[in-house]
């Protein structure tokens, strides 16, 4: 009997989804809660696992299409086909159309709703005799796998999963696609043949072979379609750029106050909390102390009024599976160092596996965003509204600085500030971030609020 796969409500005002990735190709056989294929909306991915046990007859929406929630995107064939009633086409019907005992997941699960008639499943049970055993499930293939499964034409039974639970990792295809290119690279250029000393004339310059040269490089060109991530993330950024009034402002900090006092007490505080003391919590502590101070950065603008708001929810860009997102911490004030780094590094190792609830993702009164990460040193990192300002960290570098008229070599970091003009004047905006500034270069002030 054909199941219907129907794209499933992931979240309220969500209408639409794009097929991110299909896992299993038309006549493969699924398993029952095996992943079958991978949606993405523009806040979070979704991985669908196969509702039932069958044959995946039809794709209906191909790998990078959208489709309408509750819209029809493949049909999976559960067991032997049974005689068809008259005027039964063999597919299910709507829900509202006949009995079903359908599985219709909610968005926490993220499963795919799916629609079957259970008087007909329960006769073909019977009249097909005893089941024969399955064959053994594959690894459970991890979206990330998948997409570079499919990128280097590899099948998930040609790559040995590593992962716990028998999980098929990224790292797992990677290095199958390393090995593959160790074996079939081949020397680049052949070593020319030397003349014979004892021959003269054609002979000796036919005893000498010309070298190999290389052949032209691929001018190949492929176009990918856009994840609904990245056109929810450009159409934000250019969405600031015409709104907003955005500057941005710079200083410098001096690191060294703050990585002795980390050095001095990382033993303890990760004997007690286990995870180590990083920079994030110290710039998180350091921008609520700073919006207490300039409120205005704290607050938006709606219509024609200015909403001030008196809690702190701080976004941290982190880069995930599907590119950069920005989870939110919730009332960061009343939270400590190590609840801070305890919830960053539980958001950022659910990022990488695409596994973020939609919620976590929204809201946000103010955003930090960590280039030094990946070795930047200065940039104008860009408001995401209707937040009125975002604090870019940067590399630390040991350089040259004057201290008590002597010039001494110290961490330095270069912070930036871009803030929505429209709400926040220059004093503000420099104000707040000489406050980050000497919040951090002396840490004690956190703990005494002054």
Known sequence: ???????????ESITEVQIAEWLKKEGDRVERDGNLAVIETDKATVELPAPVGGILTKILVAKGATAKVGEVIGYIEEGPATAAKPGDSGIAKPASENRSSGMNFGPETGKIAVIKKEDAAKGAASASGPVMNAAPAGPTVMPAAARALAENGFRAA???ATGPGNRLLKE?????VQAKTDANTAPAMAAPAKADPGKTGPEAATAIKPAVLPQAGSRSEEAVPMSMLRRKVAERLV?????AALLTTFNEIDMTEMMELRKRHQDAFVKKYGIKLGFMSFFVKAAVE???????????IRGNEILYKHYYDIGVAVGGGKGLVVPVLRNVEGMGFAQIELAIADLAKRAQANA???EELQGGTFTISNGGVYGSLLSTPIVNPPQSGVLGMHAIQ????????????RPMMYVALT???RIVDGREAVTFLKRIKDTLEDPARILLEV
């Open 1 to 11: 009997m054909a199941i219907e796969l129907i794209v499933p409500k992931v979240g």
């Open 239 to 243: 969405q600031a750029q015409h709104t």
């Open 356 to 358: 973020l609830k939609l």
């Open 158 to 160: 040609d790559v040995k």
């Open 290 to 300: 700073a919006l207490k101070l300039v409120p205005q950065i704290n607050a938006e």
């Open 398 to 409: 040991d350089r040259p600085v004057a201290r008590e008229s002597q010039v001494v070599i």
């Open 172 to 176: 797992d295809v990677l290095r199958q």
């Open 419 to 421: 803030y929505d003009h």
